[in-house]
């Protein structure tokens, strides 16, 4: 294909690392962005519009128009295989992301098409092509840490979290993603030092402390070489964040760290092994300040690239094809990966598929809880099993015990309209008691919003006969309620929910969801606003109108304001009675016990209970001058902060509380007392 100086280069998958192909290419003076392909037209058309690229395509086969020299793959690697083997029977070179594909028949076929027709075919193994990666190979290959014995991977990552809807990402769909992500690199970093793999054996495991929808979250490894054995470990959980390679030698142990594009070197002084230590670590650490420093500006001035292996692998990709000589990382170097990869990755979506297999039910439930796992759904859950009811329950991982057969569990993100809609199969009652508590917006987006979105929704699919949704008093406007003014149901809601934070945000927004589809016929729905929650097991909460930070109470003000709490067991009566109640279809009701108790007062208690707990009380006005820096500083930073100045406004409990519409129309009056709930909650106070 003739390309008069000048190569035409299409982008296929317009990704998170489409962007660092872009930028590279746009460095190279010879090389043309003809156009981006992706089925996300948005998506296409946000990375176009940020690189200057004059053209979107639905799909490779729109993008022959273009008549592209070069096509960069950077889908997910499931669609590696057919989309090279198309490109190159366009007649187009391939630089193919990493994995270069799932199976080695598929590389295979790669490989052989290339070939047939000519071209080259080339991974993006970037890792390998790291400068800091080629410096240390190249002073290994110069004697500094002697005969290698040994090397080590170390990597911690994170993902996007899921923010709900029917598009899962592509990371949480198999089990095997977070192996042919960041293990492929592990491979082929341990090979670069260690010479050819010749065995590896790969363990995964599902920790429980990670986000529930990747599952197999931590990833060891050992991986025997034609030079030593090289270990690997890949973890979703390390944080602070490591990218670090160590390579063990008979005359010194280097440490590279790709974060930080620095290199350590421990060696063998002659002097006493305490003296050599002593010596040792402080060259480094003088070594390792001056690096950090020269890095940090050559970063900030733009000679060091993000991400600089994927830069240096596609410059060097271009400067061998125009001299027409083999890639730096020829196809069949991720051929030898993939051998590695395959197998375990068809294990670990194989495991997977094991792991979240749900047991069928003892009894059909006609009860679903979601948020079962939390503390007024555990508390939910245990009345309805004393009543000898079935129960169902929606929760995002197994547990490490199986329950017993009156419950049944079906595993999943309450985000996604799938797993809500299998939940849901021959139930009669649900108690939406799930939302997010913590995260960022991808959580509260999935948890709170797409999760309420997709209960009711089922719902309105399965004829559910009741839907009892838990809302919350922070819904409400606090900013502008006026003291010793009841609050009751028709109380205004928060007017400015986005400057209140996500937890009122979105709660607000769920609540209006639920009540939108009650007004409209489409199912039949009773909303619950319960105050503060408490009762044994929520000893450490701090009451309304303080903020829990560090381990330390801050009381905003004197103390004086009284908190609408509300006895664990007495929200779960409410519960009952408006699941199976008749009552009026989109039926609010505020549940608070009528005896109220101040913060400080609330605060002795906790601490006449024998339990730790440090408070300081900090002026309001104090907190507000605080707080300007803050949203000032978050202005400027275009970053959302903790503290404004409308927070602190909002912050204050509402009280008095008015519940007659649950006294009246629900029939509900609290069965234990705040008296009873606290010696329950906290025993009975001491000396």
Request: proline residues 7%; charged residues 20%; neutral net charge.
């Amino acid at each position: 294909m003739e390309h008069n100086g000048i190569l035409r280069v299409g982008l296929v998958g317009a990704g998170y690392v489409a962007a660092y192909h872009a930028r590279a290419l746009r460095s190279l003076p010879d090389v043309e962005i003809a156009g981006v392909a992706d089925p996300d037209e948005d998506r296409a058309k946000a990375l176009a519009a940020e690189f200057g690229i004059a053209r979107v395509f639905p799909s490779l086969d729109a993008m022959a128009d273009a008549h592209p020299h070069v096509i960069h793959v950077l889908t997910p690697p499931a669609y590696h295989a057919a989309i090279v083997l198309q490109a190159l029977d366009m007649g187009c070179h391939v630089f193919v992301e990493k994995p270069m594909a799932e199976t080695v028949a598929d590389c295979d076929r790669m490989i052989a098409r290339a070939r047939e027709k000519g071209l080259i075919l080339s991974v993006n193994h970037s890792a390998r092509l790291d400068p800091i990666v080629l410096q240390a190979l190249e002073m290994i290959r110069n004697g500094a840490c002697g005969e290698v014995t040994a090397a080590h991977f170390l990597r911690s990552s994170d993902y996007a979290a899921y923010s709900g809807g029917p598009n899962v990402p592509a990371h949480f769909r198999n089990g095997s993603y977070p192996f042919q992500d960041l293990g492929v690199h592990g491979l082929y970093l341990l090979e670069s030092f260690l010479g050819p793999i010749e065995r590896a054996d790969i363990r995964y495991y599902a920790s429980g402390i990670g986000d529930a929808n990747l599952v197999f979250d931590e990833w060891h490894g050992t991986v025997e070489c034609a030079r030593g054995v090289g270990h690997l470990y890949i973890s979703w959980n390390v944080r602070p964040m490591q990218n670090e390679i160590i390579v063990h030698g008979t005359r010194g142990v280097m440490h590279v760290d790709c974060y930080l594009q620095t290199i350590s070197l421990r060696k063998t002084y002659p002097a006493p092994k305490p003296i050599q230590r002593i010596l040792g670590t402080g060259l480094n650490s003088l070594s390792m300040l001056w690096k950090v420093t020269a890095n940090t500006v050559r970063f900030v001035t733009g000679s060091l690239k993000p991400s600089p292996g994927i830069h240096l692998s596609i410059v060097k990709f271009y400067e061998a094809l125009r001299k027409g000589e083999a890639p730096p990382v020829p196809a069949e170097e991720g051929r030898r990966v993939i051998s590695v990869l395959e197998d375990v990755s068809r294990r670990a979506d194989a495991d997977k598929h094991e792991y979240l297999a749900e047991r069928p039910p003892a009894r059909q439930p006609r009860i679903l809880v979601t948020g079962g796992n939390g503390f007024l759904g555990r508390a939910l859950v245990r009345r309805l099993r004393e009543s000898g009811e079935p129960v169902r329950l929606l929760v995002r991982r197994p547990p490490q015990r199986l329950p017993e057969d009156d419950i049944h569990l079906v595993y999943g993100d309450l985000g996604n309209p799938t797993v809500v809609d299998r939940a849901m199969q021959g139930i009669e009652v649900v108690y939406h008691v799930g939302a997010a508590m913590r995260g960022g917006p991808f959580e509260f987006q999935a948890g709170t919003i797409w999760g309420t979105r997709n209960v009711v929704d089922a719902c309105e699919q399965h004829g559910v006969r009741r839907l009892v949704h838990v809302s919350s008093m922070s819904v409400l406007d606090h900013a502008g309620h006026q003291p010793d003014v009841p609050v009751n149901e028709s109380s205004p809601y928060e007017p400015y929910p986005d400057r209140r934070g996500l937890y009122t945000q979105t709660k607000l927004e769920a609540e209006r969801t639920v009540l939108e589809a009650a007004r409209e016929g489409r199912i039949h729905a009773v909303v619950l606003r319960p105050g503060q929650i408490y009762g044994p097991g929520a000893e450490q909460f701090p009451p309304s109108g303080t903020i829990g930070i560090a381990g330390r109470w801050l009381v905003v003000g004197s103390g004086a304001h009284f908190v609408p709490f509300v006895y664990v067991d007495n929200v779960v009566d409410a519960m009952l009675r408006a699941g199976e109640a008749e009552l009026p279809n989109g039926s609010i009701f505020q549940l608070v016990d009528p005896d109220g108790i101040r913060q400080s007062d609330y605060i002795e208690r906790v601490r006449r209970s024998g339990r730790r707990v440090r408070t300081m009380n900090v002026p309001a006005w104090l907190l507000t001058i605080a707080s300007w820096g803050i949203e000032l500083l978050g202005k400027l930073l275009k970053r959302s902060v903790p503290l404004t100045p409308y927070r602190i406004r909002s912050i204050t409990p509402l009280w008095p509380c008015d519940c007659s519409a649950a006294h009246t129309k629900l029939g509900w009056t609290p069965r234990v007392s705040l008296t009873e709930g606290l010696g329950q909650t906290f025993g009975e106070p001491q000396g």
